[in-house]
């Protein structure tokens, strides 16, 4: 089965989460169907209507919310004065906290994708007991293995699109961690600055598609531009906020604590995380998980083959 139709949310808002922070969120389908919560990627990808249409609308509460400092949810990451210090992982996994006692959800299935899929697993991981499914998309984990990948692994195999991403960033930065030297020119007091480096970043991001397409709409955004780039290289310059782990990293480190919680992991064959097996090391590592992987699927929840499979392990667990 493909997407459900387009629906529209019966009931918003804006809940104040602290530290000057108020999270949008809103809810779509049947309000006594079977609670699911949708975390976003990026970080600071924000979400979309889009994300409603994996769910059976007659079967499922959908809940879906924009993480902090992105989306319509305020301060907005692209305005220079937004305390980043306050946008942490920690903080995310208490906001989700509030948002279910907010809605009073006693237990819900948790769908992620890419960065949404790494939160979604820390969460499960850290109160078992309020997630009753896991559909992952993209599976991402957090670990500085994937930052190096994406930041500098993949130079080799886009040496060209590598060589402008480094050409960006000043010469005495390129040989450390670009994630943090680009969050450095994203903090800039210099607007031109910041403007220069959030679309050198979203270049890079662009360029390390497997047949990329020539642009991505949202990137053409200056105000989602430099918010997207400057939530992201502040996540990845900072190790995700997770603490430490052994070499994996703690998500992978923790996966036994997902035991007894049914989970469904769908990833595109050609999605370059695929590169470090961490797909396949969390399924093994983590009992009553599923794997499915899509043949000639990129990195994204909107793949040929990938909303299908999505959309049936949502279908399967609303039974």
Known sequence: MGLYPEIEPYAHGMLDVGDGNRVYWETCGNPRGKPAVVLHGGPGSGCTPYFRRFFDPEAYRIVLFDQRGCGRSTPHASAHETDMSVNTTARLLADLELLRRHLGVERWLVWGGSWGSALGLRY??????IVSELVLTGVATGSAAEVELLTRGLGKIFPEAFERFLAALPPDERD???????????ESPDPEVRARAARAWTDWETAIVPAPPRSVARYEDPVFRLGF??????????????????????????????????????QGSLDFGNLLGVVRRLHHAWPGSELIVVDDARHGAGEPGVPEALVAATDRYAE
């Open 124 to 129: 499960a991981q850290t109160h078992p007991g």
């Open 229 to 266: 780039a400057r939530t992201v290289t502040h996540y990845f310059g900072n190790g995700h906020f997770l603490g430490e782990g052994n070499d994996e990293g703690v998500v992978l480190r923790d996966a036994h604590l997902l035991r007894g919680i049914p989970g469904t992991l769908v």
């Open 176 to 186: 450390g961690d670009l994630a943090a030297a680009y969050n450095r020119l994203l």
